[in-house]
């Protein structure tokens, strides 16, 4: 167990709809990452935030947005779908400080798109 | 253009053998950090070991070392004495710079080990 929580694990819903995926980072973690991870286009970093505020961007569409809560816990919204958007969405955590800054991913919330 | 390479899709291992995945990674930063990550087929991602770019020594964390070749670029995990749990695919992954920022991934190497 990583300590990163996501909820939920398993999401269904249609072309169109609109959904918010939630992330609790590890105690003490100020940096939460977003992944999404497709066949497709296999683990692409898509936005982080630290201690509430966006630090960098990746490829996330303007469909997409994130925000970080004062409790540090994170929820990515994912609106007007399409199929393309069926992947499985990880989110992971890091100390600000130390060395390695390794990232813990939680067990990520499987999105399928019909 | 690509920032992590791992060329083998997948490999098989017979059961208490060695196994090494490829990676090889571009940057031009002279601060970077080399992960490797373990993704059982359950889903989960596994941190499994750290090699940073000043680091004299090859990192090795229980059965896993890293075998860190800094002029050709290549951050190579070892897996010794192969178990059946094994069995995942494993990603390399790199972080630029010196502080908590994003990791680029390897497309990863599927590893199936047999008893």
Redesign the interface.
């Known amino acids: 167990d990583?300590g990163v929580t996501q909820t939920p694990k398993h999401l269904i819903t249609a072309t169109g709809q609109r959904v918010t995926l939630r992330c609790s980072p590890r105690s003490g973690d100020l940096?939460v990452?977003w992944?999404q991870q497709s066949l497709d286009q296999?683990?692409?970093?898509l936005i982080?935030y630290?201690n509430g505020e966006e630090r960098?961007k990746?490829n996330i569409l303007e469909r997409f947005s994130a925000q970080q809560f004062p409790d540090l816990h994170s929820e990515l919204n994912l609106s007007s779908l399409e199929l393309g958007d069926s992947a499985?969405y990880?989110c992971?955590s890091?100390?600000?400080t130390g060395?390695?800054?390794?990232?813990?991913?939680?067990?990520?919330t499987?999105l399928t798109v019909t | 253009a690509q920032k992590i390479t791992q060329t083998q899709p997948g490999m098989f291992v017979q059961e208490k053998e060695a196994v090494t995945l490829d990676c090889t990674y571009d940057t031009s930063d002279p601060s970077y950090?080399l992960?490797w990550?373990k993704q059982p087929s359950s889903?989960?991602?596994?941190?499994l070991i750290?090699q940073?770019s000043y680091d004299q020594q090859n990192a090795t964390e229980g059965r896993y070392s890293l075998n860190f070749q800094k002029a050709r670029k290549s951050a190579n995990l070892v897996i010794s004495a192969s178990q059946l749990g094994d069995s995942a695919m494993y990603?390399c992954?790199m972080?630029e710079g010196q502080?908590?920022?994003?990791?680029?991934?390897?497309?990863?190497t599927t590893v199936t080990v047999r008893a």
């Open positions: 990583s940096s990452y992944y296999g683990l692409q970093f982080q630290y960098a990746g499985l990880f992971a890091s100390l600000r060395i390695t800054h390794e990232q813990y991913f939680g067990p990520g499987r | 950090g992960f990550y889903g989960e991602m596994i941190f750290y940073g990603f992954a972080r502080g908590d920022y994003k990791l680029s991934f390897g497309a990863g």
